[in-house]
């Protein structure tokens, strides 16, 4: 059945959240996501363990054993639940920042280019296209050995530089769309200043696809996060994020599956229900493309 | 009276991949104050691009010549800010479709408000109160409500009143009206017009409008221009133009309007053949290939704008004395 875009006195958010709310998958992803998130930020003070402490008399001991810890500990004794969820929090924070901070730099790059187009659009976009161009898993490596290994601002820096070039190229895209529309020219008409067009009535008509994006980037980043600390180029001993548990699970795959399977576990449980959510978005957002 | 806006000469082209497109030629016309100029013609003769011009709103690929003086500050050619400073505040604009012409987030408080608090230096509050008056100043029902409504949720009708709410929030003294009813439904369009003549009289403000409706000029006009081809053909009183119109175009214009009084089943009268396209008017006088009275000379040589008593005319060979009656 197809619903028809009518205009309804509820209005496009409370609509959007009503095509939401009646999205099983996105519905049961979202509470999903903040269950994952609340036990990450909270779960850790609750637990006898600490992230890095070391269990002398349990060592390498499987999940569901006669002691405290839940899902095991690694090979040094340490408790896996509290190791996972510092994880989860670690790369949750890095993913939520490196999606906003792509989020405003793209935002504004890309409708500033879009608005005012000719000259300073292209050598806006070739910028762009010349830094998708770089090979970043090299810069990164070179940032990282310019710095301390694992500084988290590295980190940033490098998953940020990449972020925002496909959210730049989006709101392009869309402001290029939206900046032929009557309401423009009238905004024009009663003197409206460049940055008044751009901030009050170009973004904010840009925001659906950008949210969709967006939320559909946080899972790029924590992936991406996962992938540099995977090769020890992200977070460092003792601290943990899901990509190095990951790893160090996969040193001790044939022995102790469960050191992987748990960090692996919440990471894709958390990739999934974020795409799920961002596709729920997308439908509440754009019922005419689905 | 002294003129309030003052055009003169001014000139639209458009550059396109097949070369230049001559949009307006030699557009010169004076505003006094308290005026209403109706400005007639069809589709792409060129009324709604001069206005354009003048509001400093032409697509990139234009290219504009001659002067627009509104009082002292000359419009075309002027940098942005200065442009700025003045549309909107001295000089505003109402669009053809009030459906698309109203930002879909902003509500209706906003949008007015925008412009007073950019021009005037209103804060929310003040913005608010006077964006209530204004809302009942143009008629719309229930004003307190509608303030916080987003244009969705208002009728056609009702946005056009918000967007003349929204041109008259500073006063101008000048109102561009481009095909202000064209979008709505007959019995709007009267309550419309009746509106914007009744808001003229009351703040003696010069009115612009473009129309292709001779009907529509007729009501509310105190002068008429008629365009064709990107020029004008002839322009004077309303009571001239309509009495005893002296160019063929115009003429036919008004023959082809529908005339509730005409008995029986009368066939509409339609003026044969097409617009001209402008990337390639006719040689001589551009109406000539649809003239009933064309002769070699309206194919070979292009009439000249002769202007005498109040009235002028393009035409080599004007239709005078009570022809038309």
């Known amino acids: 059945m197809t619903e028809l875009a009518q205009p309804s006195a509820r209005g496009f958010w409370a609509d959007a959240?009503?095509?939401l709310r009646r999205n099983r998958a996105a519905m049961v992803s979202a509470s999903l996501i903040v269950v994952i998130s609340l036990l990450a930020f909270i779960g850790p003070s609750f637990s006898p363990h600490s992230f890095d402490a070391i269990d002398w008399d349990h060592m390498a001991v499987p999940p569901g054993g006669p002691n405290d810890h839940w899902l095991?500990?690694?090979?040094?004794?340490?408790?896996?639940?509290?190791?996972?969820?510092?994880?989860?929090?670690i790369s949750l924070q890095i993913g939520l920042l490196a999606t906003l901070v792509s989020l405003c730099i793209g935002v504004a790059f890309g409708a500033t280019a879009g608005y005012l187009g000719g000259r300073i659009d292209n050598l806006m976009m070739r910028f762009v296209d010349i830094l998708y161009s770089l090979p970043y898993i090299f810069i990164v490596i070179i940032l990282s050995t310019l710095f301390d290994r694992g500084n988290i601002l590295v980190l940033f820096l490098a998953i940020g530089a990449v972020g925002w070039l496909t959210m730049a190229r989006i709101v392009r895209g869309q402001t290029l769309s939206i900046k032929r529309k009557e309401f423009i020219e009238a905004a024009l008409a009663s003197g409206v200043g460049t940055g008044s067009i751009l901030a009050r009535h170009i973004v904010p008509n840009v925001i659906g696809p950008v949210i969709i994006y967006a939320t559909l980037t946080i899972p790029q980043m924590i992936l991406f996060e996962s992938f540099l600390s995977f090769l020890g180029l992200g977070v460092q001993e003792p601290q943990a994020s899901l990509g190095s548990l990951i790893n160090e699970g996969a040193q001790e795959m044939e022995s102790a599956v469960w050191m992987l399977l748990v960090p692996a576990g919440f990471l894709v449980t958390l990739l999934t229900c974020f795409n799920f959510l961002g596709d729920g978005l997308r439908d509440a957002l754009d019922p005419r493309e689905r | 009276m002294s003129a309030v806006l003052s055009i003169r000469d001014l000139a639209v082209r458009f550059a396109t991949p097949d070369g230049e497109v001559p949009a307006v030629n030699a557009f010169s016309l004076d505003l006094a104050a308290g005026e209403c100029v109706g400005i007639v013609g069809e589709s792409g003769a060129g009324k709604s691009q001069s206005f354009l011009a003048v509001m400093g709103l032409l697509a990139g690929n234009a290219s504009v010549s001659g002067s627009a003086r509104l009082g002292e500050t000359e419009l075309l050619g002027n940098d942005r800010n200065a442009l700025?400073?003045?549309?909107g505040s001295k000089l505003a604009m109402i669009f053809q479709d009030p459906m698309t012409s109203l930002t879909p987030h902003l509500r209706v408080v906003d949008q007015i408000g925008e412009s007073l608090m950019r021009h005037r230096g209103f804060t929310k509050a003040q913005a608010r109160s006077r964006?209530?008056?204004?809302?009942r100043l143009v008629q719309v029902t229930d004003a307190e409500r509608r303030l916080d409504q987003y244009p969705h949720e208002l009728s056609g009708g009702m946005r056009q009143r918000v967007m003349i709410a929204i041109a008259l929030a500073c006063d101008p003294d000048v109102l561009i009206a481009d095909e202000p009813t064209t979008a709505l439904d007959v019995t709007i369009q009267a309550q419309i017009l009746a509106l914007l003549a009744q808001l003229k009289r009351e703040r003696g403000m010069s009115m612009v409008l473009v129309t292709h409706d001779l009907g529509v000029v007729a009501g509310i006009a105190d002068r008429v221009v008629v365009m064709y081809g990107g020029r004008i053909v002839e322009h004077g009183s309303v009571k001239d133009i309509l009495v005893s119109p002296q160019h063929p175009y115009t003429r036919a214009l008004l023959a082809s309007m529908p005339r509730i009084d005409?008995?029986?089943?009368?066939?509409?009268?339609?003026?044969g053949g097409q617009p001209p396209n402008p990337r390639r008017l006719p040689t001589g006088c551009a109406f000539h290939p649809r003239c009933a009275l064309a002769t070699e000379r309206c194919a070979a040589e292009a009439p000249l704008l002769s202007v005498a008593s109040g009235r002028g005319v393009a035409c080599h060979f004007p239709i005078r004395g009570g022809e038309h009656d």
Do not use: C, F, K, M
């Open chain 2, 131 to 135: 964006a209530l008056e204004l809302l």
């Open chain 2, 262 to 271: 005409e008995v029986g089943n009368a066939p509409l009268q339609a003026i």
């Open chain 2, 84 to 87: 700025n400073a003045v549309r």
């Open chain 1, 72 to 89: 095991g500990t690694d090979r040094l004794g340490r408790d896996l639940y509290v190791r996972t969820l510092a994880g989860v929090q």
């Open chain 1, 17 to 19: 959240w009503r095509r």
